[in-house]
């Protein structure tokens, strides 16, 4: 199970105000969509957004962070002990 795209797109919608929130979020998409394969477009995108190259890597760890805590809990069947958050599909 990789991170969630909801999960990551909440992380990078903190980190941006809301005209550079969507290239961060669909950036952050397409590094879990893509297991981190993404293609010049998306960094040509995000970084026209005014993403520093340095900001790029936070985002690739939230989403490495995020989906080491997903294995983690899987393999250790961790009991979810909170109410249910349905996340909102990124744009």
Known sequence: MSASLGSVAAIVSAMRSSAGK?????FAA??????????????????????SDAELVEI???????????????VAKTDVDFPVVHARQAA
């Open 22 to 26: 969507s290239s961060g979020a669909k």
């Open 30 to 51: 397409a590094v879990t969509r893509k297991r981190g394969h993404v293609n010049d477009e998306a960094l040509e995108n995000v970084r026209a957004a005014g993403y």
């Open 60 to 74: 690739v760890l939230h989403v490495a962070l995020n989906t080491l805590t997903n294995y983690v809990n899987e």
